[in-house]
C-alpha cells in the first residue's frame, strides 16, 4: 500500500509540473502577443499614412494579442514582400 501511495504522489507531482509548464507557456504567449499588438498598433497608427492609420478597436486588439503567430506571419510576409518589389535592380 505505500508504494501505492508512493505512485500516487509522484504522479500527482508530476501533474503539477506539467501544470506549472504549461501556464509558464501559456503565460510567454500572451505575453509575446501584447507585446506585438502594442508595437503594430503604434506602428500602424503612427507610421502609416491615410487611410491605414486609424485608431484600432479592443476586437483588433484582441485578434493580434491571441492570433500574434499569425498575424506576425502576415506582417514579415508582406513587408519582405515590399521590400524585394521596391528593391532597385
Do not use: C
Not at 502577443?33 to 506602428?43: D, H, M, P, R, Y
Not at 492570433?67 to 510576409?77: D, N
Amino acid at each position: 500500500m505505500k508504494n501505492l501511495t508512493k505512485n500516487g504522489e509522484q504522479l500527482k507531482h508530476h501533474y503539477q509540473i506539467k501544470t506549472m509548464i504549461l501556464l509558464h507557456l501559456i503565460s510567454l504567449y500572451i505575453t509575446i502577443g501584447v507585446i506585438w499588438s502594442i508595437w503594430l498598433e503604434n506602428f500602424t497608427t503612427r507610421v502609416l499614412q491615410a487611410p491605414y492609420n486609424q485608431p484600432w478597436t479592443n476586437s483588433e486588439r484582441l485578434f493580434h494579442i491571441t492570433l500574434w503567430v499569425y498575424s506576425f506571419g502576415v506582417f514579415i510576409y508582406n513587408f519582405v514582400k515590399d521590400y524585394f518589389k521596391n528593391k532597385p535592380k
